[in-house]
């Protein structure tokens, strides 16, 4: 069954380690993702866009594949569903569909609004037992068609919105959305201190977790980070296997063109990237 993150991230703030949330784009990736996890007795949350919803056909849809396939895969490690930067009226359509987290991301919004959408958000989260992130300061690039030009959180605003009761936030600190660039100046340490000294033991996010070096993910961790997203890396090796199989022609052989066969490899692909990033954040083991 779904389970709320929040028991889970308060575990990895406690352990000092962090739980990945993996976004999901169809039910390959998601049965991968499950199958490591499982393996690796690790907690994992499966992350959805507002644009994968679309694209799996809605939200309901997601919500019940995920259900039926933790029955069907006998699953016992701790899952969360969770709606990634979902809009106001995306955060109540998935609370409609049965996820068990959401995201609200008013970070576009001036904090006044920011805080009355996320106020009540906690009140409805806090009654059907799910848990909500919030967000303070925006995730620079891009990711499923949302584009944030990248700021550093206010602490004092991330203090406004910790307090409403949130279970955890993600606060920008220099972290960016796809790939990074190589003039890239790293994140900003001394901005998450600060946050962590206004919001006390509030879990913290960190999005954009493809590419940052193993070093700063460690060290963020050790400062708070309870939660780290991986959609990009997942996406490039998914899309780099697929690729290898087609031009080897292998999808040819047989009787013919068998998806199953065409997104084998992607899906193994995406299998050893969860692990490598379930093995960094300390998640192994603590399911």
């Keep these: 069954m779904l389970v709320s993150a929040k028991e889970m991230l308060e575990k990895a703030r406690d352990g000092k380690y962090a739980v990945g949330q993996f976004n999901i784009n169809n039910l390959e990736w998601t049965k991968s993702i499950l199958q490591t996890a499982q393996e690796l007795q690790s907690p994992v949350i499966l992350g959805v866009s507002e644009g994968a919803g679309k694209y799996m056909t809605g939200f309901k849809t997601v919500a019940a594949m995920v259900k039926a396939m933790i029955e069907e895969m006998n699953i016992t490690v701790p899952v969360a569903l969770h709606l990634d930067h979902g809009s106001y009226e995306g955060c109540y359509k998935c609370i409609e569909a049965g996820f068990s987290s959401i995201m609200f991301d008013g970070s576009h919004y001036p904090i006044e609004e920011n805080v009355a959408k996320t106020k009540e958000l906690v009140k409805i989260c806090a009654e059907k037992g799910m848990s909500l992130e919030a967000e303070v300061g925006s995730i620079g690039g891009e990711e499923d068609g949302v584009v944030g030009l990248g700021e550093c959180a206010d602490p004092k605003e991330c203090k406004q919105i910790a307090d409403l009761g949130i279970d955890f936030l993600a606060a920008g600190i220099g972290n960016i959305h796809g790939k990074y660039p190589e003039n890239w100046p790293g994140l900003r340490f001394d901005v998450l201190e600060n946050i962590k000294k206004e919001v006390g033991d509030m879990p913290l996010v960190l999005h954009g977790g493809t590419g940052i070096p193993a070093d700063m993910i460690k060290k963020a961790i050790s400062l708070g980070v309870a939660k780290i997203n991986v959609n990009t890396e997942c996406q490039l090796s998914f899309a780099a296997a697929t690729r290898k199989y087609i031009e080897e022609g292998k999808d040819l052989q047989g009787k013919g063109f068998d998806p199953r066969k065409l997104l084998a490899p992607g899906a193994e692909a995406i ?17």
């Design 271 to 287: 299998k050893e990237t969860v692990k490598e990033k379930m093995e960094l954040f300390g998640s192994v083991g603590k399911a």
